[in-house]
């Protein structure tokens, strides 16, 4: 863990879980595995606290817990690692990418999973067709209102908001509650059934994007104890290793349980009669047992990575070549989607035949053109296809970590570019090219005039994208008897970008944190203002009264309102934009990792 | 005397109403009338009459003279074009139209030669003519530049793509834009220059030795690319670009809450 992932984790951990949970959490990230006591020593934090604020890390996979390391009956140390904690950056891009294959359903199934960390399918299927039921009412509703169907209705909305308003109570337009006084028969139609969302959950499943949560081993156990759960025949024979045992170790891992689960989503609060009556019937429902208990559900992140990655190739095939390779790239990354592991160097081979066979439909291309399209993908200098064999019509592969490396090549020379200027790419690029050269080479090749060439180099030396390599002549590495080869790594260059893309990430979100702190009075003021109108707007106020509460805010508070919303948009989709950078990045040097 | 008079008058009408009799046909069948449909149409017409009013007609411009796999056919010819045309004698207008046949890929001059049949000096003279009539342009291109018809299979575009560096090397030069006689080695260097800027790509094939251009059996060809992927999300940021990024730390004098840059960028 570096200084600059910590800091970017503890950013994180403050903004999604709050201070007490971002003070356990980097304590833990800068001191390795702590047990229970050292942590609240050494944090000064209240012990039920820190035992919630482990609790929360455990739900989301961010804590592992094992047994100590001074042998069994020792206490059980907490580790965190930073990895899991930067995913959150990540996850309006996991939602965005569910919400595109497999619309609402799976959005909020995702958004679920992703705020609870661990959870049952049947409580995800439950909140989900709650929530999509609430939003099908709320669209009935602001239709109903606007039209202003029923007098009725507005009158006891607006007595029902006045009243909440009088407690200055932040007003949001609580169309749950506006529920109850809609008749029940109106609204029948409009319930999400258990069975689709269900069915959107298997779905996920099937394609791998979610798991289960592997069972949890009891810590302190004896070596030869089981664990715990069922359904883990044949697991690995020791429970205590330092590692946690990954989701992919347990042969279950994608296997949707039997549940029971019929209905339909429930909207908010009471047509029924009676609180007491209510409530028995809620607490019923509760723990009504589905078939399911035990198992819980996380999201793969891995599944994910592995879609963004393809994305990437295929996008950059689409760019260096044309439509069609992308799309018989695309084919090809699609057919091996399951057969392939994370890991691996290539994709398994795929014969032309099968590769006709599986392109879309909409594609009318004759099979000669295809192997044309194939062909010229082999002897693209960039190597994103091979030839593996001549069976079938010919075996082709997609080089899975040759792409990830040309890609990070290209953020590389695309970061050198913009803030250096295009000549100290060229230089840059070469370099690259050319491994190790001299600094008279580096003019010649480069066509560059000598004093400005030296000039970038040693920017470039300086800002350690560049590194020099000496080779003695004589043993005294006397500077006039030494070659100087310049040279660039591209794996320690890819490392050190990568913190700077942290570093990046943090400042961001700081400036974020910042503006917000700085505007805080006007926010504040102008969310009451917005709750004033609301209600007025809702009981029928006359057009001077609205213009009167409008007229609170002023013109020069307007406007700074409006350029503090569009700064904070900037500063998140920034954020999006770093952490794509962060992705290729880091599955480059993974991927060198794998390998090596 | 009479009756030659008489006969020579009716033969003038005959040509008027000739005239006008094919013109209406070719305009009922808009693809083009053949020798029998007129044939048929006036069955007294001797056929030297008919040639000679078919000729007047193509000469005047007002008949378009195509050949099919049975014959000959005449097609009405659009005002439009006849207008253009007004003022340009024979041979330009049959050069032109050879020009217009090849399409959007254009027409080496030597193969309008090839076509029109006229000599040389010929054919530059009307080249020049046409050009100062703003009817036709001439486009230098290098092989590289050709025309890439999409229906083309993959692999002849891809070909069709290339330029070979003895192509470059005589472009260069007949452009005339160095003032000092450039070789093909300093061609290369330069081509080189261009990879290194990733705007180009090179590949190596095996060529047989004589040909134009090739070195110890081998030839590069260079071809123009595009980048892999955009400008990468980093630099997008102000950080990524930040000459003091190495001073900034939160609480420093140089802080991500007070960055001049970042309040540069976010109100832009």
């Given at each position: 863990m570096t200084a600059q992932e910590v800091r970017l984790c503890g950013l994180l951990l403050r903004e999604h879980f709050g201070e007490v949970v971002e003070k356990v959490g980097t304590h833990l990230l800068r001191g390795g595995a702590q047990n229970l006591r050292i942590i609240i020593h050494e944090t000064g934090v209240p012990l039920d606290l820190v035992k919630k604020s482990l609790c929360v890390l455990v739900q989301h996979g961010a804590c592992v817990f094992s047994s100590g390391r001074k042998g069994a009956g020792s206490p059980t140390e907490y580790r965190t690692s930073c990895d899991r904690i930067l995913r959150i950056l990540r996850y309006p891009r996991y939602i965005y990418t569910t919400k595109t294959l497999y619309g609402d359903t799976g959005e909020l199934i995702i958004e679920e999973l992703l705020q609870r960390g661990h959870m049952t399918m049947s409580s995800t299927v439950k909140t989900v067709a709650d929530r999509l039921t609430q939003n099908m009412e709320g669209q009935y509703l602001s239709v109903c209102i606007n039209q202003g169907l029923s007098k009725l209705f507005s009158l006891f909305l607006k007595v029902f908001l006045v009243l909440r308003f009088l407690f200055f109570v932040e007003i949001e337009y609580d169309k749950e509650t506006a529920a109850v006084l809609i008749p029940p028969f109106l609204l029948e139609g409009l319930c999400m059934d258990y069975g689709e969302v269900s069915n959107a959950f298997s779905k996920l499943v099937e394609t791998h994007f979610l798991q289960r949560c592997p069972p949890m081993v009891a810590a302190g156990a004896a070596a030869s104890a089981a664990p715990a759960t069922p359904a883990t025949p044949g697991t690995p024979a020791a429970p205590v290793s330092t590692a946690p045992p990954s989701p992919e170790s347990f042969p279950d891992c994608y296997k949707v349980p039997h549940m029971t689960l019929v209905g339909r989503g429930k909207r908010q609060l009471c047509s029924e009669d009676g609180e007491d009556q209510r409530n028995a019937k809620r607490a019923k429902m509760d723990s009504q047992a589905h078939g399911d208990e035990g198992i819980c559900w996380q999201v793969n992140f891995e599944r994910f990575h592995l879609h963004f990655r393809d994305q990437a190739i295929i996008s950059a095939v689409a760019n260096k070549l044309d439509q069609t390779s992308s799309e018989i790239v695309r084919t090809m990354l699609r057919m091996s989607e399951v057969t392939?592991?994370?890991?691996?160097t290539c994709t398994k081979p795929l014969s032309a035949n099968e590769i006709f066979r599986s392109l879309p439909p909409s594609y009318n291309i004759a099979r000669p053109i295809v192997d044309q399209y194939l062909t010229l993908l082999v002897d693209d200098p960039m190597e994103f296809v091979g030839k593996a064999g001549e069976s079938g019509g010919g075996m082709y592969v997609v080089n899975l970590h040759r792409a990830l490396a040309n890609l990070a090549r290209a953020t590389l020379e695309s970061v050198v570019q913009e803030r250096f200027g295009s000549r100290s790419a060229r230089i840059f690029r070469l370099l690259l090219r050319k491994r190790h050269l001299e600094q008279k080479q580096v003019e010649d090749f480069a066509m560059i005039p000598a004093k400005e060439a030296k000039d970038m180099l040693y920017t470039l030396l300086a800002q350690n994208l560049v590194q020099l390599q000496e080779i003695p002549k004589t043993p005294d590495f006397a500077p006039s008897r030494t070659f100087y080869l310049y040279t660039v790594n591209q794996l320690p260059t890819a490392r050190m970008l990568l913190q700077n893309c942290y570093k990046t990430v943090a400042n961001l979100i700081e400036r974020r944190l910042f503006e917000s702190r700085e505007n805080k009075r006007l926010l504040e003021k102008s969310q009451r203002i917005e709750a004033i109108l609301a209600s007025l707007q809702a009981s029928g106020a006359e057009p001077e009264q609205l213009t009167e509460v409008e007229e609170m805010i002023t013109a020069t508070e307007k406007q700074q309102l409006e350029a503090l919303r569009l700064h904070i948009n900037k500063l998140d989709s920034a954020e999006n934009q770093v952490d794509e950078s962060i992705f290729l990045l880091e599955s480059y040097i993974n991927s060198t990792a794998s390998t090596s | 005397m009479s009756e030659v008079k008489l006969k020579r008058e009716t033969n003038v009408l005959d040509v008027v109403e000739v005239e006008n009799r094919i013109k209406e046909l070719c305009q009922q069948l808009p693809h083009g009338i053949t020798d029998q449909v007129i044939q048929n149409d006036m069955p007294h017409l001797e056929p030297q009459q008919r040639a000679m009013v078919i000729n007047k007609l193509l000469s005047l411009g007002q008949l378009d003279l195509l050949r099919n796999s049975s014959g000959l056919l005449y097609r009405m010819k659009d005002t439009q074009g006849a207008g253009k045309m007004k003022g340009s004698d024979n041979q330009e207008k049959l050069v032109y139209q050879v020009i217009e046949d090849a399409g959007n890929k254009g027409i080496w001059s030597r193969d309008i030669r090839f076509k029109s049949n006229l000599p040389l000096t010929e054919v530059n003279k009307i080249l020049k003519n046409l050009e100062s009539k703003k009817l036709i342009k001439a486009v230098k291109s290098v092989a590289a530049e050709a025309a890439i018809d999409s229906k083309q299979s993959p692999m002849v575009q891809r070909n069709s793509s290339f330029a070979t560096s003895h192509e470059v090397w005589k472009y260069i030069c007949e452009l005339g834009i160095s003032k000092v006689d450039l070789s093909m080695d300093d061609i290369e260097t330069i081509l080189n220059t261009l990879i290194y800027d990733g705007k180009v790509e090179m590949s190596v094939i095996a060529a047989k030795e004589g040909t134009a251009g090739s070195v110890d059996g081998q030839m590069k060809l260079y071809r123009g690319v595009n980048a892999v992927i955009q400008p990468t999300g980093l630099v997008r940021t102000p950080c990524g670009l930040c000459p003091v990024f190495e001073d900034c730390?939160?609480?420093?004098?140089?802080s991500p809450s007070h960055c001049v840059y970042m309040a540069e960028w976010l109100d832009f």
């Open positions: 392939t592991s994370p890991t691996a | 730390h939160d609480g420093g004098e140089i």
